[in-house]
C-alpha cells in the first residue's frame, strides 16, 4: 500500500516528528510505501530539521527561522494523497488537528483505506 502519514504537529514539541518517524519505520517494514511529512519538510528546508529547534510546534518560528510555508507543506501532502496515496494512517490526537482532519476527510472523500494507529505503533 502507498500511506499517507497524517496527524497532530502544530502545538506539540518538535512538530511531532518522532511519532511521525517512529509510525513511518513501522510502516515501512510491512511493506509500505510511506509519504511522512516530517521527511518532506525537512526534504523541503535542504536537509535542515526545522522540528529540532521548536519546541512548542510552532509554526510561526519554522517560519522565521527556516522559511517554513504551511500553505507549501499542505499543497505537497494533498498532492500525494489525491495522487498517489491508496491508503491514509491517522496518528494518535490526529482528531485534534486541523490539517489532520482535512487530509482525513480527503482521504475518506477519495475512498482509501483509512488505518487508524494506536499508540502502541509511534
Not at 39 to 65: M, T
Not at 77 to 100: H, R, T
Request: hydrophobic share 50%; proline share 4%; glycine share 10%.
Amino acid at each position: 500500500m502507498k500511506f499517507y502519514l497524517a496527524g497532530p504537529m502544530t502545538g506539540i514539541a518538535n512538530f511531532n516528528f518522532p511519532a511521525f518517524n517512529a509510525a513511518a519505520a513501522k510502516l515501512r517494514a510491512g511493506g509500505h510505501e510511506v509519504f511522512n511529512p516530517a521527511e518532506r519538510d525537512i526534504e523541503r528546508h535542504g536537509g535542515v530539521d526545522i522540528s529540532a529547534d521548536n519546541h512548542a510546534g510552532d509554526p510561526a518560528l519554522a517560519a522565521k527561522s527556516h522559511g517554513f510555508s504551511l500553505r507549501d507543506a499542505l499543497a505537497d501532502d494533498a498532492a500525494f494523497i489525491c495522487k498517489v496515496a491508496d491508503a491514509i494512517a491517522m496518528l494518535p490526537g490526529w482528531e485534534n488537528s486541523k490539517g489532520a482532519r482535512a487530509e482525513h476527510a480527503l482521504a475518506f472523500a477519495l475512498g482509501h483505506q483509512i488505518t487508524y494507529l494506536g499508540d502502541a505503533d509511534v
